[in-house]
C-alpha cells in the first residue's frame, strides 16, 4: 500500500484498533445465539442468515484484531477493519433512518449495556474506520512480521 | 492463495474464520442452527380458552391491540431508555428477569396472558425475553413483532416516562 502516514503513529492505531477488535470479539464468540440475535435486530440480512454470519464474523473480529497487534498479515487485516467498519456504519445508520430502536450489539451481546445505536455509535465506528485507514496507508512496516516487504 | 498479497491475506482471513465458526457451531454444546428460524404467527388469538399447553406465539397490531383493549398486561422488552421515551400504555418496563417476573406476578398469574413486544417487526429482544418467561413458568405469552413502531405509527395509547 502507498504509504501516507508516519510509522508510529500507524502502529499505535493498529494496537488500539486490535485491542477494540479482541474485546469486541469476545463476548459474541461465547454467546453466539445472542450476537445473531444483534445482528438479526438491524433487519439489514436477509433470509436467516444472520446465524451463519454470527458463526464467521466474531471470529473474523478476534483473527483480525490478533493479525493487527502480532504484526501478521496487517494489509489484510486493515483492509477487514476497514470494510467491517463501513459495514458497521452503513448498518447503524439505516436502522437509525428508519427509526429502529435497538442496543448496538457492538460489545457486549448478551448484558443489557445500555449502548443503544445513534450518532455517537456511528461517530465511534467513524474515528476507528480513519484509524484503520492509516494503518493500511502507513509509510513503512514497524514491528511487521509477515510478510516483511511486498 | 498468495499470503503476500492484501487480497491473498483478506481471502485467507475470511475462510479462516468461516472454518473456524461453522466448525466450532458444529462441536459446541450451544450450537444454533444454520439458518435463524422465525416464531410461529397466529392466525387467531382466544385468551380465555384454557389450552392447558403452552402458548408462544407472534401477533399482528390488530391482535396486539384487540389484546390491548382487554386489559392483557404489555410488557416493553427494550431498553430503559427507550420505554422512558415512550412505551404502549401500561406496559411493564423490562428491568431484570427475575424483577419483571415478580412485577408480573403481582399483577397476575403464571398461566394468564401477557404480551411481550420490542422495536420493530423482527427485533429479537421480545422473543428472547418470551422464551425467558416460559422457561420461568408462563404459560400464554403473545409476541407483538410489530412492536412499538407500528403501535406508535398507527397511534394507539402510549406513554413517556418510567
Not at chain 2, 61 to 67: D, G, I, M, R, S
Amino acid at each position: 500500500m502507498i504509504g501516507y502516514f508516519k510509522s508510529q503513529i500507524a502502529f499505535f492505531f493498529r494496537i488500539i484498533i486490535g485491542v477494540v477488535f479482541i474485546y469486541a470479539s469476545w463476548d459474541k464468540i461465547i454467546h453466539p445465539a445472542e450476537f445473531a440475535k444483534a445482528i438479526g435486530n438491524y433487519h439489514a440480512v436477509p433470509f436467516g442468515l444472520e446465524n451463519l454470519m454470527a458463526m464467521a464474523m466474531s471470529w473474523l473480529e478476534l483473527l483480525v484484531g490478533i493479525c493487527l497487534i502480532a504484526g501478521i498479515m496487517v494489509d489484510g487485516a486493515a483492509i477487514m477493519s476497514v470494510v467491517m467498519m463501513v459495514v458497521f456504519i452503513f448498518a447503524i445508520s439505516q436502522a437509525l433512518a428508519r427509526g429502529i430502536s435497538i442496543e448496538c450489539g457492538c460489545f457486549s451481546v448478551t448484558e443489557k449495556s445500555g449502548d443503544n445505536i445513534g450518532i455517537q455509535t456511528i461517530l465511534r465506528d467513524i474515528v476507528y474506520l480513519v484509524m484503520s485507514l492509516v494503518v493500511l496507508y502507513r509509510s513503512e512496516r514497524k514491528f511487521e512480521f509477515f510478510p516483511k516487504s511486498v | 492463495m498468495n499470503f503476500r498479497t492484501p487480497i491473498g491475506q483478506v481471502a485467507f482471513l475470511v475462510l479462516l474464520s468461516c472454518i473456524i465458526g461453522f466448525g466450532s457451531n458444529l462441536v459446541r454444546a450451544d450450537k444454533i442452527p444454520w439458518i435463524a428460524v422465525k416464531l410461529a404467527t397466529a392466525e387467531s388469538i382466544d385468551k380465555d380458552v384454557e389450552t392447558g399447553e403452552s402458548v408462544l406465539v407472534a401477533i399482528s397490531l390488530e391482535q396486539a391491540k384487540n389484546l390491548f383493549e382487554q386489559d392483557i398486561l404489555f410488557v416493553d422488552a427494550r431498553d430503559e431508555g427507550y420505554y422512558d421515551a415512550g412505551h404502549i400504555q401500561g406496559a411493564l418496563k423490562n428491568a431484570f428477569l427475575m424483577e419483571l417476573i415478580f412485577n408480573i406476578e403481582e399483577r397476575q398469574n403464571k398461566s394468564d396472558a401477557l404480551v411481550v413486544y420490542c422495536g420493530d417487526p423482527g427485533c429479537g429482544d421480545s422473543e428472547d425475553l418470551a422464551y425467558n418467561l416460559q422457561d420461568s413458568g408462563f404459560t400464554k405469552i403473545y409476541v407483538f413483532k410489530g412492536g412499538w413502531l407500528e403501535w406508535s405509527k398507527a397511534g394507539y395509547p402510549s406513554e413517556t416516562g418510567i
